[in-house]
């Protein structure tokens, strides 16, 4: 059965500066997603990256860009000039057959923003 | 569209009781998952229906666990019997084919806060 972990429960980081959160995960699939997932307080999930198996060279979207090492099995995100409103739980999951089907979420990362 | 809407937000049973959930997935989306989510833990998969056949349910907790999809647009999601760890967020989330078998990712509701007492 695929795992995925995430070893941090909480980071911090200054508004404008970098953090990384981090994600391994465990799999004998060769062709799989792997995601992030940003969930604010009393507000719904939101995709923040998506990243195929298949490809190597890594996600990017805007702000936000990931570390897939696909030997390693790991999967880290950064967030650059970060700022409030990404406060939040960062989730990271795994997913198969066309990306969505039943994923499979770390227990989250509780990222604070400090101004 | 404003996108997957779950109603109650919150929903509070004496154990032992019934609940049922509804969820409203974006329009012409053909796939729906439920999902829960307990205190400090990630979203956990529990069934999912492509339009209205149920794909996979041996990942529901229990048989007090049910879950509907009957014209393949809205589901809704039943605990009979409630117990104290049925406790816990009851997320929804749907997607939709774009093609050979590729799908958008899963776009989330708001979830259902389910307190038993």
């Known amino acids: 059965a695929q795992t995925v972990t995430q070893s941090q429960p909480e980071m911090s980081v200054q508004e404008a500066e970098t953090v990384t959160l981090s994600c391994t995960y465990d799999?004998?699939?060769?062709?799989?997603?792997l995601f992030w997932y940003k969930q604010p307080p009393s507000r719904q999930m939101i995709l923040v990256i998506r990243q195929e198996a298949y490809k190597q060279q890594n996600a990017t979207e805007n702000r936000f860009s990931v570390n897939f090492q696909k030997a390693a099995k790991s999967f880290s995100l950064k967030i650059s000039d970060s700022q409030l409103g990404d406060a939040a739980m960062y989730f990271c999951?795994?997913?198969?057959?066309?990306?969505?089907?039943?994923?499979?979420f770390g227990k989250g990362t509780k990222l604070t923003v400090n101004p | 569209d404003t996108g997957v809407s779950q109603n109650p937000r919150h929903k509070i049973t004496k154990r032992g009781q019934n609940v049922t959930f509804r969820c409203d997935p974006i329009?012409?989306?053909?796939?729906l998952y439920w999902y829960r989510q307990t205190l400090g833990q990630g979203p956990e998969f529990l069934t999912y229906f492509q339009n209205e056949a149920q794909l996979e349910k041996s990942r529901l907790l229990s048989d007090r666990f049910s879950a509907e999809r009957p014209k393949g647009s809205f589901s809704t999601l039943e605990i009979q019997r409630t117990e104290q760890g049925d406790s816990a967020m009851y997320l929804c989330?749907?997607?939709?084919?774009?093609?050979?078998?590729?799908?958008?990712?899963?776009?989330f509701g708001q979830g259902t806060r389910l307190t038993v007492v």
């Open positions: 999951a795994y997913g198969t057959q066309g990306g969505s089907e039943k994923l499979v």
């Open positions: 799999t004998s699939e060769s062709d799989y997603y």
């Open positions: 989330a749907s997607s939709f084919l774009i093609g050979q078998g590729v799908f958008t990712e899963a776009f």
């Open positions: 329009s012409e989306h053909n796939r």
